[in-house]
T-cell receptor, first 111, second 118 residues
Framework: GQQVMQIPQYQHVQEGEDFTTYCNSSTTLSNIQWYKQRPGGHPVFLIQ?????EVKKQKRLTFQFGEAKKNSSLHITATQTTDVGTYFC???????????FGQGTTLQVKP | SQTIHQWPATLVQPVGSPLSLECTVEGTSNPNLYWYRQAAGRGLQLLFY??????ISSEVPQNLSASRPQDRQFILSSKKLLLSDSGFYLCAWSPPTSPRGTKNTEAFFGQGTRLTVV
C-alpha cells in the first residue's frame, strides 16, 4: 500500500541554524500537505502544494514539491524557539479521499 | 465557519472494557472524515476514513471499528480494549473530494482524545 516516509525522525539545532525535513512517497501524489504539531497539541495545517516542482514560501519556511510529485521538503531558515514541534507531511493519492501522513520530524531548538 | 468537536479529551479504561469516541463536524456538508492514532512520540497512523455515510474504509486490521451514522458524525468503537490500544486518537475532517478528483484540501483536526488502557 501507499507509504509516506519522512526523515529525519528528530533534529536538534541551535537557534539561528537552518532545518530541513524530507518526505518521500511510494506512489505519485495528487498533492502534498504540511502540518505542524506543537507538544501536547493537534496537527495544524501549514500549506498544500499541488503542481510538479512547485515552491511556496511562508516567511522563514520554504516548501517544495518534487518534479515527479513523489517527494517534498520543508526548509526553515534561521530557526527560532517558536519553531519547536513535530512537522508532518501528508499526501493524497488519487481521488480516494485517503490522506496518509509521514512519521514526522520532531524539531528541538536550543536557545 | 466549520468546527470539529471530539470528546472526551482524556480517558482511562480497563483492559477488556468497551470504547466509544465521538466526533462531530459543524458548518460543512459531506465531509471526508478520518480517525488517526498517535502513539507517544510517534507519527499519525490512519485507522479509518470515510467519504460518506456508511462508506468507511479500514486501514489497519485490529479490534477497532468505526461508524458514520450521520453525515457529520464519526464514531470510533471497540468491544474489548487491549493495552496496545493506548494512544492519542485524533479525528479530522476535510472538504469532500471533487467529482473529478482534482481538488483535495487540508484536514482539520479535533483536539484529540488521550486514551490510557490500564
Amino acid at each position: 500500500g501507499q507509504q509516506v516516509m519522512q526523515i529525519p525522525q528528530y533534529q536538534h539545532v541551535q537557534e539561528g541554524e537552518d532545518f530541513t525535513t524530507y518526505c518521500n512517497s511510494s506512489t505519485t501524489l495528487s498533492n502534498i500537505q504540511w502540518y505542524k504539531q506543537r507538544p501536547g497539541g493537534h496537527p495544524v495545517f501549514l500549506i498544500q502544494l499541488v503542481k510538479s516542482g512547485e515552491v511556496k514560501k511562508q516567511k522563514r519556511l520554504t516548501f517544495q514539491f518534487g518534479e515527479a510529485k513523489k517527494n517534498s521538503s520543508l526548509h526553515i531558515t534561521a530557526t527560532q524557539t517558536t519553531d519547536v514541534g513535530t512537522y508532518f507531511c501528508a499526501g493524497h493519492s488519487g481521488n480516494t479521499g485517503k490522506l496518509i501522513f509521514g512519521q514526522g520530524t520532531t524539531l528541538q531548538v536550543k536557545p | 465557519s466549520q468546527t470539529i468537536h471530539q470528546w472526551p479529551a482524556t480517558l482511562v479504561q480497563p483492559v477488556g472494557s468497551p470504547l466509544s469516541l465521538e466526533c462531530t463536524v459543524e458548518g460543512t456538508s459531506n465531509p471526508n472524515l478520518y480517525w488517526y492514532r498517535q502513539a507517544a512520540g510517534r507519527g499519525l497512523q490512519l485507522l479509518f476514513y470515510s467519504i460518506g455515510i456508511d462508506q468507511i474504509s479500514s486501514e489497519v486490521p485490529q479490534n477497532l471499528s468505526a461508524s458514520r451514522p450521520q453525515d457529520r458524525q464519526f464514531i470510533l468503537s471497540s468491544k474489548k480494549l487491549l493495552l496496545s490500544d493506548s494512544g492519542f486518537y485524533l479525528c479530522a475532517w476535510s472538504p469532500p473530494t471533487s467529482p473529478r478528483g482534482t481538488k483535495n484540501t487540508e484536514a482539520f483536526f479535533g483536539q484529540g482524545t488521550r486514551l490510557t488502557v490500564v
